[in-house]
């Protein structure tokens, strides 16, 4: 979201950065942490390179169904360039918010 101050456009998400931690070094990024882009609480902000912002952008759904299984939804993601499982889920939310917690620590 952008807002304007005079003749300068700036996003929200990198004022409310530069109000907390001051300025972002050039070639850095602010990544939404949740993936909610209207979502600018600090908490939700984390300063990362571009190659780190495009991979936790880039995480994909994360997760598939399987048909038969107690806990239907596999929770999916590559570490280190290897497939791994993260786990089983009752529901989609489970298996989204466990791949989003690996982007989180990976």
Do not use: Q
């Amino acid at each position: 979201m952008r807002y304007k101050r005079g003749k300068e456009s700036k996003y929200t998400h990198r004022t409310v950065w530069e109000e907390v931690n001051g300025p972002i070094p050039k070639g850095m990024h602010i990544h939404h942490i949740n993936s909610n882009k209207l979502d600018n609480r600090i908490e939700n902000l984390a300063l990362v390179t571009p190659r780190e912002n495009f991979l936790k952008d880039n995480w994909g759904k994360g997760f598939y169904f399987r048909k038969g299984l107690t806990r239907p939804y596999v929770s999916h993601k590559r570490i280190d360039g290897k497939p791994t499982n993260l786990g089983y889920f009752g529901t989609p939310c489970g298996a989204i918010m466990s791949t989003r917690m690996a982007l989180v620590t990976s």
